[in-house]
């Protein structure tokens, strides 16, 4: 006879259509029940619509056969939110304050690296007025979904993600919003999202401390922060701010991450620094956290950029950057609610 195991072993063979991840790494399996040569599976629909949660209807259906003395599977769905279904182990912010230091750059980068290394990653873009990750990652699929919420576009690599730029009808198009609409907006990336099983959400923040990082900071459970600066002395002064912010609002700074710390000239065998010597180490002092990568500008990685395929770009900081916050232990936040579902300190 069958057993729940080797159920879930056949579900998590079962795709989301439209996502190459599994019911069971989206995190839609609720209930499972064998009783004689019948296996009843009660599945979430979260953002699920009608015509997937027929097509996973029949393909959930058809499973019988590969499973021991069963003649029938039933599959039902019960109507939750993917808030009640979501379950990310680690939530990281990518702040600065400074505008244009390479925020977004530096969250496509630590995504890249953790998927890398095999975990399972998602980026919420935070940037309502001025997202860019879509681009950087040639991303312009809309997202599917229902009444309830949204489907991630998935990455040539299998990272999750989620910005407004993917909703809009033109990607040109300017988002003309107030900060309690924008709030509204990201915790609406947060809790109507099918994230699914996620070893690592990286959120992507806009330059300021005012609304948007207010809101990431006050309503997520981040529980940590990787600082982004460079080495003009406006933008440490400006990410001095956001440190700042990060302390007030209790927040576990990761590290700090320099980008565009010199430019590497081949054909001379030299490092040129062009917006002055590194100030990495005194940010790093600041922020009360070690300098965890320096990035170079690199006219390679402009170009990956502009063409859609960050993905494709490796180098050794960026490998060393992955591994850092792998190895970082991180703490579920303090004052965060115990989840309603399980019970546990996690991120329902
Ligand atoms: N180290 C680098 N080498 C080459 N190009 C870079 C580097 N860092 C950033 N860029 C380029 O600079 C641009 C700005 O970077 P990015 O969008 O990451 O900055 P940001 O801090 O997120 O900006 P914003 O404040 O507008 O959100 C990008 O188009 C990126 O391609
Ligand atoms: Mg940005």
């Given at each position: 006879m069958t057993t729940k195991e080797a159920v879930m072993a056949s579900l998590?063979?079962?795709?989301?259509p439209g996502i190459p991840r599994s019911v069971v790494e989206m995190n839609l399996v609720r209930d499972i029940a064998i009783n004689d040569h019948r296996v009843d599976v009660k599945l979430a629909a979260?953002?699920?619509?009608k015509d997937t949660q027929d097509a996973l209807k029949s393909q959930i259906e058809q499973?019988?056969?590969?499973?021991?003395?069963?003649t029938s599977i039933g599959v039902t769905f019960e109507e939750i939110g993917p808030i009640e279904v979501n379950n990310i182990t680690n939530v990281i912010a990518i702040m600065s304050?400074?505008?244009?230091?390479g925020k977004s750059l530096v969250s496509g980068l630590t995504a890249i690296a953790l998927r890398r290394q095999g975990f399972s990653v998602g980026i919420l873009?935070?940037?309502?007025t001025g997202p860019s990750i879509p681009k950087m990652f040639g991303l312009n699929k809309i997202p599917e979904g229902s009444d309830n919420g949204f489907l991630p576009v998935i990455s040539k690599t299998g990272i999750e993600v989620m910005s407004l730029n993917l909703l809009?009808?033109?990607?040109n198009e300017a988002v003309i919003w107030r900060g309690p609409v924008i709030g509204k907006a990201i915790a609406q990336f947060w809790e109507e999202v099918?994230?699914?099983?996620?070893d690592y959400l990286i959120i992507d923040l806009p330059p300021g401390t005012a609304d948007a990082p207010l809101t990431v900071l006050q309503r997520l459970p981040v529980a940590g922060i990787i600082i982004v600066s460079s080495p003009q002395d406006l933008a440490t002064m400006i990410v001095k701010k956001a440190v700042s912010m990060a302390k007030l609002m209790n927040k576990t700074i990761i590290g700090v991450v320099e980008n565009m710390s010199y430019l590497y000239v081949r054909e001379i065998d030299k490092k040129i620094e062009l917006f002055g010597s590194s100030k990495g180490q005194e940010m790093a002092r600041a922020a009360g956290a070690p300098l965890i990568a320096q990035i170079p500008i690199d006219p390679e990685l402009a170009r990956l950029c502009d063409q859609g395929d960050i993905e494709s770009y490796s180098s050794q900081d960026i490998e060393r950057l992955g591994k850092f916050i792998a190895k970082t232990e991180l703490n579920f936040p303090e004052g965060s609610l115990e989840c309603k579902s399980c019970g546990n300190k996690c991120s329902h």
């Open positions: 998590n063979t079962i795709a989301v979260a953002a699920i619509n499973m019988w056969g590969r499973l021991d003395g069963v304050g400074k505008g244009g230091v873009d935070a940037d309502i809009l009808p033109d990607e099918l994230w699914g099983q996620l």
